[in-house]
């Protein structure tokens, strides 16, 4: 039976730096050569997430902006995308714009995905987010709300103080054509509150994405809330030592931290040691 590996980036496969350790890379590049179906599941764009796993040999389809997209690393090859309707994006556009916020949208506009903010009304946080992405062309400043939410909209981030943010987590989360999640900001003091179609949970892709490699099991690894509900999907879990307490209680057991390289070398005392390929099964099904 063909397990899918699946893991969270940053704060569980990354390390408090947002990089990867040489150790990661060798260990996890060397099992994919055994066989082993490894992929991720994060919150980052494909685009960010590309440039932070620079060097892992990715061989199947990854999960990016916490389930709203699957696509292929070596082409950008798009095998699941959803996207808000005219009614979600003008609610999202009208209730936030009724509490002064103005997020970073990320859409496809006239078929380019882009993120937009609202020039002149960046927050530290959004800075902050801007400097990180220099020359990335996916930015697009604008100058108005209604070009902010202009285009195919699949995902809104809302960056700033947790009182602030905690009236729009609670109005989307009880709104039942999105999901929101809410959360601090690994590295920084601000908060972020996402917003995405309901169906787009790290859950749903990684069944999606376990139906598509004819996989009859998955082993995840995260850190944080928004890796509950793949927990929940999942025959194993395990949550790296540094992830919140939430995440914790769910796991199957609890590894060494991301600056350990907890996921690296859980994998490595589990299939290195194991030389038999046939945990793997074959590869000649992926899409």
């Avoid at 699941?80 to 009208?94: C, G, P």
């Avoid at 916020?101 to 960046?122: C, H, K, M, N, T």
């Avoid at 530290?124 to 100058?143: M, N």
């Avoid at 890796?227 to 995440?247: G, I, K, P, R, T």
Wanted: glycine share 6%; charged share 25%.
């Amino acid at each position: 039976m063909k397990t899918l590996y699946v893991t969270d980036l940053d704060g569980t496969l990354l390390r408090s730096d947002t990089r990867l350790s040489a150790y990661t890379v060798e260990t996890i590049n060397a099992m994919v050569a055994k066989g082993m179906i490894f992929t991720y599941a994060t919150a980052r764009s494909e685009q960010s997430a590309q440039r932070v796993c620079q060097g892992l040999d990715m061989r199947i389809p990854v999960i990016v902006y916490n389930g709203a997209r699957i696509v292929r690393p070596e082409n950008g090859g798009v095998l699941l995308s959803l996207s808000f309707d005219a009614q979600m994006r003008k609610h999202t556009a009208d209730y936030l714009s009724g509490l002064d916020i103005d997020p970073l949208v990320y859409a496809f506009v006239d078929g380019v995905q882009r993120v937009s903010w609202l020039e002149g009304r960046e927050n530290e946080g959004i800075r902050h987010y801007l400097s990180q992405r220099a020359g990335d062309p996916r930015l697009r400043p604008v100058l108005s709300r209604r070009q902010l939410y202009a285009g195919d909209v699949f995902y809104c981030t809302c960056v700033g103080d947790k009182t602030q943010l905690e009236p729009v987590y609670a109005h989307f989360h009880a709104d039942a054509r999105f999901t929101c999640l809410m959360q601090q900001e690994l590295y920084r003091r601000e908060y972020w509150c996402e917003l995405m179609p309901r169906a787009a949970t790290k859950a749903n892709a990684v069944l999606k994405l376990k139906q598509l490699l004819g996989c009859g099991r998955v082993v995840s690894f995260g850190d944080a809330v928004n890796d509950l509900a793949m927990f929940d999907v999942s025959d194993e879990c395990y949550a790296v030592s540094n992830a919140v307490d939430a995440l914790k209680a769910r796991a199957r057991a609890v590894i060494d931290s991301n600056d350990r390289d907890g996921v690296a070398r859980y994998l490595a005392g589990r299939i290195l040691a194991t030389p038999d390929e046939k945990t793997f099964g074959s590869r000649r099904d992926q899409p």
